[in-house]
């Protein structure tokens, strides 16, 4: 079967020209979207791997329209499993996603489309580089710094790796006055337990250790770019003129010889900062460049063994994460959503019986990974918190019946026998009564 021609950018966003003919969804098939004057059809923007046109609901509101630049086959099991896993695991800073198998129409022919929430904002480094010298500065890149942190513990506690982290997929979003806020964009190299396709990238260069490809997928793949994008931001609000450095769009303080090489004079200035925090930071992370790529787990590690203070933990409950159900027939993957219940709703996982601890990293069903944490998995039962008496059969299987009915002889055995011994006696008392 000869592979269809996959359209491009432009023809995707001509087709917003036309959106009852071509968009399949009903929502965005009543959409308007704003014009590109210069190059004609819809305004896009156009990244390395997807275009995006941002459609306005005619209910108010609007969304982002992904399409593809080429064929993915996986995006559909990824961007399912994402959305499934993130409406038990939310986190602040990721937003909703829709994935669509057949949403636009061209020529007869159909293709897949992600719609997401509108996130109205400046990337990262975009924010970082227009608020330099101004006016209150410093606390905005403090606050942001404690922002970022406080989405980094929101994504640990969730067992999501976004797996692309730069300044670029970062994105601002100011409230005229209140607290800014984050939010991650690009999920195509997400990871999160259960999910089995491969990434599709080893993320952007001037935010990854130097051997990266040593570091299997995993929940902590973004130890060391949430570390880089934490300790590019409060060294920002220590000394502004570190910003020097920066060079290039989606980049903060470093480029990727600045990783492979933690003696450039970035290093230099990061090491002699006047926030002694910020010091004992650089000097954290030049020894984990210098080392192996796993040496921390979490930005949380890294800001440990720099001597500083744990944050709180996120509001909220701690969310677990219950392992999926085997595979049914090869037709259906390992990794499929839950099946909907007898009224259409979701069936959820099983929940754990109360008082148990949170599930500990353990084996999963491939077996556990050499040296590293894995999960979803249990290598045995867990243990009952001490104190808690949990229902007999939560924990103790139940005695099966050919081992019930001895006992039931047992006990009766036992009470005719005391029976007889206190009739006995009754009558040895009575005829020591009745000869006095």
Same mark, same amino acid.
């Given at each position: 079967?000869?592979?269809?021609?996959?359209?491009?950018?432009?023809?995707?966003?001509?087709?917003?020209?036309?959106?009852?003919?071509?968009?399949?969804?009903?929502?965005?098939?009543?959409?308007?979207?704003?014009?590109?004057?210069?190059?004609?059809?819809?305004?896009?923007?156009?990244?390395?791997?997807?275009?995006?046109?941002?459609?306005?609901?005619?209910?108010?509101?609007?969304?982002?329209?992904?399409?593809?630049?080429?064929?993915?086959?996986?995006?559909?099991?990824?961007?399912?499993?994402?959305?499934?896993?993130?409406?038990?695991?939310?986190?602040?800073?990721?937003?909703?996603?829709?994935?669509?198998?057949?949403?636009?129409?061209?020529?007869?022919?159909?293709?897949?489309?992600?719609?997401?929430?509108?996130?109205?904002?400046?990337?990262?480094?975009?924010?970082?580089?227009?608020?330099?010298?101004?006016?209150?500065?410093?606390?905005?890149?403090?606050?942001?710094?404690?922002?970022?942190?406080?989405?980094?513990?929101?994504?640990?506690?969730?067992?999501?790796?976004?797996?692309?982290?730069?300044?670029?997929?970062?994105?601002?979003?100011?409230?005229?006055?209140?607290?800014?806020?984050?939010?991650?964009?690009?999920?195509?190299?997400?990871?999160?337990?259960?999910?089995?396709?491969?990434?599709?990238?080893?993320?952007?260069?001037?935010?990854?250790?130097?051997?990266?490809?040593?570091?299997?997928?995993?929940?902590?793949?973004?130890?060391?770019?949430?570390?880089?994008?934490?300790?590019?931001?409060?060294?920002?609000?220590?000394?502004?003129?570190?910003?020097?450095?920066?060079?290039?769009?989606?980049?903060?303080?470093?480029?990727?010889s600045d990783l492979s090489d933690p003696s450039k004079d970035v290093w230099t200035a990061l090491l002699q900062s006047p926030d002694a925090a910020v010091a004992s930071l650089a000097r954290v992370t030049v020894a984990w460049l210098r080392g192996s790529p796993g040496r921390f787990e979490s930005l949380e590690q890294a800001l440990t063994a720099a001597g500083q203070h744990p944050a709180p933990q996120p509001h909220g409950r701690v969310n677990v994460w219950h392992p999926q159900p085997p595979a049914g027939s090869g037709t259906v993957p390992a990794n499929r959503a839950w099946p909907p219940g007898p009224?259409?709703?979701?069936?959820?996982?099983?929940?754990?019986?109360?008082?148990?601890?949170?599930?500990?990293?353990?084996?999963?069903?491939?077996?556990?990974?050499?040296?590293?944490?894995?999960?979803?998995?249990?290598?045995?039962?867990?243990?009952?918190?001490?104190?808690?008496?949990?229902?007999?059969?939560?924990?103790?299987?139940?005695?099966?019946?050919?081992?019930? #009915?001895?006992?039931?002889?047992?006990?009766?055995?036992?009470?005719?026998?005391?029976?007889?011994?206190?009739?006995?006696?009754? #009558?040895?008392?009575?005829?020591?009564?009745?000869?006095?």
């Amino acid at each position: 079967m000869p592979t269809r021609t996959w359209p491009d950018g432009s023809t995707f966003q001509a087709c917003a020209q036309n959106p009852s003919v071509h968009f399949l969804d009903p929502e965005l098939a009543a959409a308007t979207f704003e014009s590109d004057r210069k190059h004609g059809g819809a305004q896009a923007w156009s990244g390395g791997r997807a275009t995006v046109i941002r459609a306005n609901r005619p209910t108010g509101g609007s969304v982002a329209v992904r399409f593809s630049k080429q064929e993915d086959q996986e995006a559909s099991v990824r961007y399912h499993e994402l959305s499934r896993h993130l409406s038990s695991n939310p986190v602040s800073t990721m937003v909703s996603t829709s994935w669509t198998n057949n949403g636009l129409r061209i020529s007869g022919e159909h293709y897949p489309l992600l719609k997401m929430d509108w996130v109205s904002g400046k990337s990262l480094d975009n924010y970082v580089s227009k608020r330099i010298g101004a006016p209150g500065a410093t606390g905005d890149f403090v606050a942001l710094a404690q922002a970022w942190r406080e989405s980094c513990l929101s994504l640990t506690a969730a067992r999501i790796s976004h797996g692309d982290i730069h300044a670029g997929n970062t994105l601002v979003c100011e409230n005229g006055g209140r607290p800014v806020e984050l939010r991650l964009v690009d999920y195509d190299n997400v990871w999160l337990p259960g999910l089995h396709t491969p990434l599709k990238e080893s993320g952007h260069p001037a935010f990854q250790h130097p051997r990266r490809s040593e570091l299997p997928a995993g929940p902590d793949l973004d130890a060391l770019p949430n570390t880089l994008t934490y300790l590019s931001l409060t060294a920002l609000a220590a000394d502004p003129a570190l910003w020097q450095f920066h060079n290039s769009d989606d980049r903060l303080l470093f480029e990727k010889s600045d990783l492979s090489d933690p003696s450039k004079d970035v290093w230099t200035a990061l090491l002699q900062s006047p926030d002694a925090a910020v010091a004992s930071l650089a000097r954290v992370t030049v020894a984990w460049l210098r080392g192996s790529p796993g040496r921390f787990e979490s930005l949380e590690q890294a800001l440990t063994a720099a001597g500083q203070h744990p944050a709180p933990q996120p509001h909220g409950r701690v969310n677990v994460w219950h392992p999926q159900p085997p595979a049914g027939s090869g037709t259906v993957p390992a990794n499929r959503a839950w099946p909907p219940g007898p009224t259409g709703t979701t069936v959820p996982p099983p929940q754990q019986p109360a008082g148990w601890p949170p599930r500990s990293a353990g084996a999963t069903a491939a077996g556990p990974v050499q040296g590293r944490q894995t999960w979803p998995g249990l290598a045995q039962p867990p243990t009952p918190m001490p104190g808690r008496h949990p229902a007999p059969s939560s924990l103790s299987p139940p005695v099966p019946p050919s081992q019930q #009915v001895p006992e039931k002889n047992n006990r009766a055995a036992l009470v005719f026998t005391v029976v007889i011994l206190a009739v006995i006696v009754a #009558v040895m008392i009575l005829s020591g009564i009745a000869q006095a």
